[in-house]
């Protein structure tokens, strides 16, 4: 059976294409830049086509022979269009799917309370809704799988629940603390994903279905059961009525690293009690030996992933709605176009082996080896203004792969041992490229050190030179910082 896999470069996506490879499928993934599948261990063993669901005419030829279709994608965070963006995508990947002849589209929706009606629904959910009725518009049947929190190492919701809980012993929380939650753990999701492809071809299929885990627990119960897990004291929690979901998603976006326009929708989910109201799709995929993975071993096994670091996705695997995804431009394409540079090199004495490990290591708790306030301040001010900030971190301590998001940069270009190419995705008028070199030199090695920037309108060179005389200090102090770390550790 061949499965076509949207969001393969996103949290989920990126975990599912190997659990249906170990399952004998034939993989095909979908997406915006196949280069950012490069550095995956699986790229070799599936094919990779280039679209963007949000451009149907992209979507020409990606389902020639495919069986299943799974659509996971979303544009969460990407603004407050986001529902008619999410609709759009969908009808067209639907329509296509039809006129291409595949047998089922298989979609993670959310799990959304039966009592509630779709138009009082949070934004988020009422958009998973409507997803699914748009995929199904084309005429293809979709079986659609409707979860609530996903718990998982990397996942959004995760993050959320292990930064509140680690950072804020005593916590004043908005009212939904205390609503009703079913969770389910990733390894349960990603089991059912996989089954879903081998469903029969029947109208009982072509509707969705709720799944969760085997409990259901107040948002309240679960922070102080991770507590409990990660070896913290019991924490205080008072709830209170005054917090709406906007100053709530600005408390999550302050404490944990999801920045607010993601944790709002999540936050506004958050208020209506999601439990399953039917476990039909037991009829065709029954409980693994011993049921679904609980509450307790799904955050104990996020831990030791987290501990172990081997985390394979996180929620920031995806590039946020909006982030620029211009590749670095060379310079005979821009002549005549404003990029401006700000150029470091030096000489190290410490073999180019060693350099190279300060380099891959740099950001996230390694910090950027120079003038830390001055990161700290301009990560402060992106999350105020919506953006990431510098709290996303890595995904591995050590280890970087094309696609990766790094503090507020996504590494754009890597080259092991020689280039390490991020491209920035805070706030910004403009473009902006942070290259880093490592070349042979003698006995030592050479490192090369590129800032660029290229400024959108009057906006955009305002910022540049308001911000060039800091340079000296920052960029000319992480290159002598990260020669002076490498020639210590050589």
Request: proline share 8%; hydrophobic share 40%; net charge positive.
């Amino acid at each position: 059976m061949r499965c076509l896999v949207t969001g393969a470069t996103g949290y989920l996506g990126g975990r599912l294409v190997p659990e249906l490879l170990a399952s004998g499928f034939h993989v095909r993934c979908l997406a915006r830049d196949p280069a950012r599948l490069r550095d995956h261990p699986w790229r070799a063993s599936v094919e990779v086509v280039a679209g963007d669901v949000t451009r149907p005419d992209s979507l020409d030829g990606a389902f020639e022979g495919v069986d299943v279709a799974y659509y996971l994608v979303h544009s969460l965070g990407g603004g407050a269009d986001f529902e008619t963006v999410d609709r759009d995508a969908a009808r067209a990947f639907g329509r296509a799917a039809a006129a291409a002849g595949v047998r089922r589209i298989v979609y993670l929706g959310g799990l959304v309370p039966p009592d509630v009606p779709e138009g009082t629904l949070s934004p988020h959910l009422r958009s998973r809704v409507a997803t699914g009725r748009a995929l199904r518009a084309g005429g293809t049947p979709v079986t659609e799988l409707r979860a609530a929190v996903v718990i998982g190492s990397g996942s959004a919701s995760f993050e959320m629940l292990r930064h509140l809980t680690e950072r804020l012993p005593v916590m004043v929380t908005p009212r939904w603390v205390d609503t009703r939650i079913q969770p389910i753990a990733v390894r349960d999701v990603l089991r059912l994903l996989v089954a879903a492809a081998g469903l029969p071809d029947t109208p009982d299929t072509d509707r969705a279905f709720d799944i969760g885990g085997p409990e259901v627990l107040t948002y309240r119960a679960m922070m102080q059961r991770y507590a409990r897990l990660a070896g913290l004291h019991r924490r205080t929690i008072l709830a209170v009525p005054v917090l709406t979901p906007g100053l709530s998603s600005h408390w999550v976006g302050l404490v944990t690293p999801v920045p607010s326009g993601l944790a709002r929708p999540l936050v506004e989910s958050l208020r209506y009690e999601v439990v399953c109201s039917e476990r039909d799709l037991a009829k065709w995929i029954p409980d693994p030996p011993g049921g679904p993975v609980g509450f307790d071993a799904a955050v104990s096994l996020a831990l030791r992933r987290v501990s172990d670091d081997e985390v394979v996705t996180r929620w920031s695997s995806a590039s946020l709605p909006g982030a620029p995804s211009d590749p670095l431009p060379t310079d005979p394409d821009w002549a005549g176009s404003s990029l401006y540079r700000d150029v470091r090199e030096r000489r190290v004495d410490a073999p180019p082996e060693a350099l190279w490990r300060v380099v891959e290591g740099i950001g996230g708790t390694n910090g950027w080896y120079s003038f830390p306030l001055a990161w700290a301040v301009r990560g402060a001010l992106d999350r105020v203004a919506g953006g990431v900030g510098l709290r996303r971190g890595r995904r591995s301590p050590g280890r970087l792969r094309v696609g990766d998001s790094l503090d507020f940069w996504r590494v754009e270009e890597i080259e092991p041992g020689r280039l390490l190419r991020l491209r920035a995705e805070m706030r910004l008028p403009g473009l902006a490229w942070l290259e880093l070199t490592v070349t042979p030199d003698g006995t030592g090695s050479r490192y090369r050190q590129r800032a660029l920037f290229h400024p959108h309108g009057l906006a955009g060179q305002v910022y540049w030179w308001s911000v060039a005389p800091f340079h000296a200090v920052v960029f000319g102090g992480m290159a002598r910082n990260i020669a002076a770390r490498a020639e210590r550790d050589a």
